[in-house]
């Protein structure tokens, strides 16, 4: 038989079966599979990496992909400390440092162990050279925002492979240099390296180049309780989108494993979000524009309504109707009422935003009634599903039954009532705006079966169901804990154990 698609790879004979993976090539029998397989294992891929004339090199899929399917798993290029961060984090093995200094350098770490650790040990002696090294209290966001610069620095001299493949990323210089980081660059890295450390390998342009790459390609990782930034060559050509189709989660090691979470059809983009889901329009534009360098222009930033879910909609002062953009891929377009003449200046609403999130944030979270509060203040103001509401709903949900001052035992049939109806409704938004098996929607469905259990308790307890009613209620919540439970293992932190954890806590509070 003559070769062709449908021939083994490896002896060229008529194959029918194939790589069960990527299903991109075919084999005759297991044996010509194993053979074949050291040489297709690092081609092994459900994608493609393809060059777009607006968007660059993106990943496209060269197969139908179920939801579920684990995409890409990659080991990071490097990692380290984020460009601004709060927690002082150990420069060996990145976990939060507390005390601890390195009796070389006095960077932080978080004890001898770290001194010699693979991230540490080449920056040592370049971070060596600062007679007064920064001032690592927790309070100077800026005090490590030059190390990972240098990390990827120093792979020029040792690890020339992993400097190529960094080098070859986007960098979005010319913004940088025309933008407001270039500043916050030039005094907390550029500076610092060239006046401060003496490090003389590399020039201003360079520097900055690798400000802009880390900035634009790098990912931020939850590890050992802390938050670290890492660049993962394949996954950084992923393409932008604010409803994406996959989310990642990263192991111990690091490993960033890329997972869809809903079909991705042949031909069509995987896509990741470098925003936030639970960020409206005017905050998610702004974000990756400042820090990604591009204004996004997916159809849910084109939709004045976010896809129906009215996510930024305020509600008129003169009817109380919807008042949202004319134009929302416009930061300064003027905001109308839908039935009557009132106008919002841009202005206007972005300082309106601004006040509430910071008022959200300064809330006393450790108890309901403060966001409980939140919510009867602006319920004339925003619309049930603004950003801000939904973000006091959900820090709600997650209070509800999960807090001390906050317990299923003491909770009013009310707050019962809202746990569940909130869950609900916050799962219909999860649906639109992040759709699938997403982290979202596992923690919304876990909270909403604990919710059930703890209402159908409390209404049984009260006479005001039946023992045959509470039977429906259990059986709900069975079928969404079973839900919840297939999406959140994909979660280090609830796979390793967190999520057992968490079901003997609720089972304990609900006396199951």
């Given at each position: 038989?003559?070769?062709?698609?449908?021939?083994?790879?490896?002896?060229?004979?008529?194959?029918?079966?194939?790589?069960?993976?990527?299903?991109?090539?075919?084999?005759?029998?297991?044996?010509?599979?194993?053979?074949?397989?050291?040489?297709?294992?690092?081609?092994?891929?459900?994608?493609?990496?393809q060059v777009h004339p607006k968007y660059g090199r993106l990943l496209i899929a060269t197969r139908d992909i179920k939801a579920g399917e684990v995409l890409l798993k990659e080991s990071p290029l490097l990692v380290g400390p984020k460009e601004k961060s709060s927690a002082i984090v150990c420069l060996g093995c990145h976990r939060a440092a507390r005390d601890y200094r390195c009796i070389r350098c006095h960077y932080p770490l978080c004890g001898p162990q770290c001194q010699t650790a693979k991230y540490h040990k080449d920056e040592c002696e370049v971070l060596s050279r600062v007679e007064v090294p920064p001032e690592f209290n927790g309070a100077s966001q800026s005090a490590l925002s030059h190390v990972t610069v240098l990390r990827v620095l120093l792979t020029q001299k040792f690890d020339h492979k992993t400097w190529q493949l960094i080098s070859d990323m986007q960098d979005h210089f010319a913004e940088i240099k025309r933008g407001d980081l270039y500043r916050y660059f030039m005094t907390n890295v550029v500076d610092f390296l060239m006046k401060v450390v003496h490090y003389e390998e590399a020039d201003e342009a360079t520097i900055l180049r690798v400000c802009g790459i880390l900035m634009t390609n790098s990912f931020e990782v939850k590890h050992n309780g802390s938050r670290v930034r890492g660049l993962y060559h394949?996954?950084?050509?992923?393409?932008?989108?604010?409803?994406?189709?996959?989310?990642?989660?990263?192991?111990?090691?690091?490993?960033?494993?890329?997972?869809?979470?809903?079909?991705?059809?042949?031909?069509?983009?995987?896509?990741?979000?470098?925003?936030?889901?639970?960020?409206?329009?005017?905050?998610?534009?702004?974000?990756?524009?400042?820090?990604?360098?591009?204004?996004?222009?997916?159809?849910?930033?084109?939709?004045?309504?976010?896809?129906?879910?009215?996510?930024?909609?305020?509600?008129?002062?003169?009817?109380?109707?919807?008042?949202?953009?004319?134009?929302?891929?416009?930061?300064?377009?003027?905001?109308?009422?839908?039935?009557?003449?009132?106008?919002?200046?841009?202005?206007?609403?972005?300082?309106?935003?601004?006040?509430?999130?910071?008022?959200?944030?300064?809330?006393?979270?450790?108890?309901?009634?403060?966001?409980?509060?939140?919510?009867?203040?602006?319920?004339?103001?925003?619309?049930?599903?603004?950003?801000?509401?939904?973000?006091?709903?959900?820090?709600?949900?997650?209070?509800?039954?999960?807090?001390?001052?906050?317990?299923?035992?003491?909770?009013?049939?009310?707050?019962?009532?809202?746990?569940?109806?909130?869950?609900?409704?916050?799962?219909?938004?999860?649906?639109?705006?992040?759709?699938?098996?997403?982290?979202?929607?596992?923690?919304?469905?876990?909270?909403?079966?604990?919710?059930?259990?703890?209402?159908?308790?409390?209404?049984?307890?009260?006479?005001?169901?039946t023992t045959e009613g509470a039977k429906d209620y259990m059986k709900e919540a069975a079928e969404v804990l079973q839900e919840a439970t297939a999406i959140l293992n994909h979660e280090p932190d609830m796979r390793d154990g967190g999520l057992n954890e968490r079901l003997s806590y609720i089972a304990q509070e609900l006396e199951i």
């Open positions: 038989m003559p070769e062709g698609k449908n021939s083994c790879e490896v002896c060229r004979k008529a194959a029918k079966q194939f790589c069960s993976s990527c299903k991109a090539v075919f084999y005759c029998s297991k044996e010509c599979q194993k053979r074949g397989w050291k040489e297709h294992k690092n081609n092994c891929r459900c994608f493609s990496i394949t996954a950084s050509k992923m393409a932008h989108s604010c409803v994406a189709n996959t989310k990642h989660v990263f192991e111990d090691d690091l490993t960033g494993v890329f997972i869809a979470t809903q079909p991705i059809t042949k031909g069509t983009p995987i896509t990741v979000n470098y925003s936030q889901v639970l960020w409206n329009t005017m905050a998610r534009r702004q974000h990756l524009k400042m820090l990604k360098f591009f204004l996004c222009e997916c159809p849910r930033c084109c939709d004045a309504t976010e896809l129906g879910t009215h996510f930024s909609t305020l509600l008129c002062d003169e009817c109380g109707s919807s008042v949202v953009s004319r134009n929302p891929l416009d930061l300064d377009a003027p905001w109308s009422c839908s039935k009557c003449p009132h106008v919002i200046s841009a202005k206007q609403v972005r300082w309106g935003d601004a006040v509430l999130y910071k008022e959200l944030r300064e809330l006393d979270k450790s108890s309901p009634r403060a966001l409980e509060n939140f919510l009867e203040k602006y319920k004339k103001t925003l619309h049930s599903q603004h950003r801000f509401f939904v973000e006091a709903k959900y820090g709600l949900v997650k209070l509800y039954g999960n807090s001390p001052n906050c317990r299923f035992r003491d909770m009013s049939r009310t707050q019962l009532e809202n746990k569940v109806n909130w869950s609900r409704s916050l799962l219909d938004l999860s649906a639109v705006l992040d759709p699938g098996l997403s982290l979202l929607r596992g923690s919304l469905l876990f909270e909403l079966q604990a919710g059930i259990v703890a209402l159908a308790k409390h209404l049984l307890s009260n006479d005001i169901i």
